[in-house]
């Protein structure tokens, strides 16, 4: 059974940062690509990072870049998403997902298959 689950979320003041976590289980770990997510209320679920299979690529959001970084852990299979410089509307609920073989376009959310359950992050001005 695969799970997703998600944490390290919480309510912070702009300008502070945050890492999140997401602990997977019941797949194999170094053959999914893997992403984070972020939806707020009455809007769409969007590509926040991303972090290829192998590793050796990752992809973020413009909204994001040079903010956040998504990294992993292939022994603790963890993925991690470090956010710095937190900005208000960067509030949301962040969701991790996983996308295994064939792998399909790593920001697009279609391609994964798998998810978390959410984890909330409040940005206050």
């Known amino acids: 059974q695969v799970q997703l689950a998600e944490s390290g979320g919480g309510l912070v003041q702009a300008g502070e940062s945050l890492r999140l976590s997401c602990a997977v289980s019941?797949?194999?770990?170094?053959?999914?690509?893997l992403a984070w997510f972020r939806q707020t209320s009455g809007k769409e679920r969007d590509f926040v990072a991303g972090?290829?299979?192998?590793?050796?690529?990752?992809f973020y959001t413009d909204s994001v870049k040079g903010r956040f970084t998504i990294s992993r852990d292939l022994a603790k299979n963890t993925v991690y998403l470090q956010m710095n410089s937190l900005k208000p509307e960067d509030t949301a609920v962040y969701y991790c997902?996983?996308?295994?073989?064939?792998?399909?376009?790593?920001?697009?959310?279609?391609?994964?298959?798998?998810w978390g359950q959410g984890t909330q992050v409040t940005v206050s001005s």
């Open positions: 997902a996983a996308d295994g073989p064939p792998y399909g376009t790593l920001g697009g959310r279609s391609s994964y298959d798998s």
């Open positions: 972090i290829s299979w192998a590793g050796g690529t990752t």
């Open positions: 019941g797949l194999p770990f170094n053959m999914y690509s």
